[in-house]
């Protein structure tokens, strides 16, 4: 049997592995930060009702700039960060991980390097080697935090041709201080992208878009997978100066963005308030869940986004196991003794609680 390593690979994809979070179909499936509430009934008809419109245009080519999408876009974002967006400053792709790779097509590649700091999100490194840009990773403080001195300083030795700060960071759940942003910018003379996935989480949102004036380098990468719950519809996007939108069309695939995928998220920006009532529901859960696994005696650690990174765990493979067993499916890395848990409904976290109470000797201290 054929296998990779008996192909003409680029030498730089050599021993590199796919993305590969399990793709299983449990009861309560946590592991891949998903909105598990999903879409409202009245969204979800106005929806359809535009899909069905869409279909009968099918035949052409989509809007190659995707102008109302934009425009809806620009919207939405001018009224939840109070900052005044045109929709020349917007960009959009299949998911944010394509968003990432335009950055990178545009502004990466051989001989230059993109950098970040670890843990953080795993397909960054995979973005970056399958452009053939160098990948530097570069290890968090205590407690996976970063310091504007900290971020400088790194920016400043490595000078690399575009970095990335997750916030919150996403395996973490850490959040990061716009004078980061700020310090990250003024260190270097590469492409910043700061990737606000999860932002809509935090308590009080604080995002980058209002640092962009006069700072023609800084992009705000975000998605409407998460909060928006529309994972399935794949609809990343990106906040910019022009000059550095119409740097990206240059890499884009002609007609990237389905018709489809254009009509489904119009529709669901033109209804978001009801889209994200939510992610209320969603903060409280993760409140609900940290402290009932603070109670058993496991770490947890701050987070702002719609999971919890849980340390504390004497055999974390073991413990993966088990509640998998009992059809929940959580998230596993290379971080001894930690999990992954997204915070869901309130059954899907009562679910949990019980599960991980039941493996935890004497419903105190650490599981084994």
Same mark, same amino acid.
């Given at each position: 049997?054929?296998?990779?390593?008996?192909?003409?690979?680029?030498?730089?994809?050599?021993?590199?592995?796919?993305?590969?979070?399990?793709?299983?179909?449990?009861?309560?499936?946590?592991?891949?930060?998903?909105?598990?509430?999903?879409? %409202? @009934?009245?969204?979800? !008809? #106005?929806?359809? $009702? &535009? *899909?069905?419109?869409?279909?009968?245009?099918?035949?052409?080519? %989509? @809007?190659?700039?995707? !102008? #109302?999408?934009? $425009? &809806? *876009?620009?919207?939405?974002?001018?009224?939840?960060?109070?900052?005044?967006?045109?929709?020349?400053?917007?960009?959009?792709?299949?998911?944010?991980?394509?968003?990432?790779?335009?950055?990178?097509?545009?502004?990466?590649?051989?001989?230059?390097?993109?950098?970040?700091?670890?843990?953080?999100?795993?397909?960054?490194?995979?973005?970056?080697?399958?452009?053939?840009?160098?990948?530097?990773p570069i290890p968090r403080l205590e407690n996976y935090t970063l310091t504007p001195e900290y971020v400088a300083e790194t920016l400043k030795k490595h000078n690399p041709a575009v970095a990335i700060l997750c916030a919150p960071n996403n395996p973490t759940g850490t959040s990061q201080s716009l004078d980061v942003v700020k310090a990250a910018y003024d260190a270097f003379d590469g492409i910043?992208?700061?990737?606000?996935?999860?932002?809509?989480?935090?308590?009080?949102?604080?995002?980058?878009?209002?640092?962009?004036?006069?700072?023609?380098?800084?992009?705000?990468?975000?998605?409407?997978?998460?909060?928006?719950?529309?994972?399935?519809?794949?609809?990343?996007?990106?906040?910019?100066?022009?000059?550095?939108?119409?740097?990206?069309?240059?890499?884009?695939?002609?007609?990237?963005?389905?018709?489809?995928?254009?009509?489904?998220?119009?529709?669901?920006?033109?209804?978001y308030p009801l889209m994200l009532q939510s992610v209320k529901s969603i903060t409280q859960q993760r409140i609900r869940l940290a402290q009932a696994l603070t109670d058993l005696g496991y770490t947890v650690n701050q987070s702002g986004a719609n999971f919890l990174l849980v340390g504390g765990f004497a055999d974390a493979d073991s413990v993966f196991d088990s509640l998998l067993e009992q059809g929940i499916l959580i998230r596993k890395f290379n971080i001894p003794g930690h999990l992954r848990i997204t915070a869901g409904t309130e059954t899907e976290t009562t679910a949990v609680i019980e599960a991980i109470t039941n493996l935890t000797p004497n419903h105190s201290g650490q599981s084994n």
């Open positions: 049997m054929v296998t990779l390593s008996d192909l003409p690979l680029r030498q730089s994809l050599k021993g590199q592995q796919p993305y590969g979070a399990p793709q299983l179909t449990v009861p309560v499936a946590l592991n891949v930060n998903e909105n598990t509430h999903g879409i %409202p @009934d009245e969204v979800k !008809t #106005e929806i359809v $009702e &535009s *899909l069905s419109k869409a279909v009968a245009q099918s035949n052409r080519y %989509p @809007d190659r700039e995707f !102008t #109302e999408l934009r $425009e &809806s *876009l620009a919207s939405y974002l001018s009224n939840t960060t109070g900052e005044s967006l045109n929709p020349e400053q917007i960009w959009a792709a299949n998911g944010s991980n394509e968003v990432l790779q335009h950055i990178l097509q545009a502004f990466g590649g051989p001989g230059r390097s993109l950098l970040s700091f670890t843990p953080t999100y795993s397909m960054y490194p995979l973005l970056a080697g399958g452009t053939d840009t160098e990948w530097v910043l992208i700061v990737d606000e996935a999860y932002i809509e989480f935090e308590e009080e949102p604080v995002s980058a878009v209002s640092l962009l004036a006069g700072r023609h380098r800084l992009a705000v990468s975000r998605t409407m997978s998460k909060a928006f719950a529309f994972a399935g519809v794949r609809l990343g996007y990106l906040v910019a100066d022009p000059a550095l939108i119409d740097a990206l069309r240059l890499v884009r695939l002609p007609y990237h963005l389905s018709l489809l995928t254009q009509v489904a998220a119009v529709a669901a920006l033109k209804n």
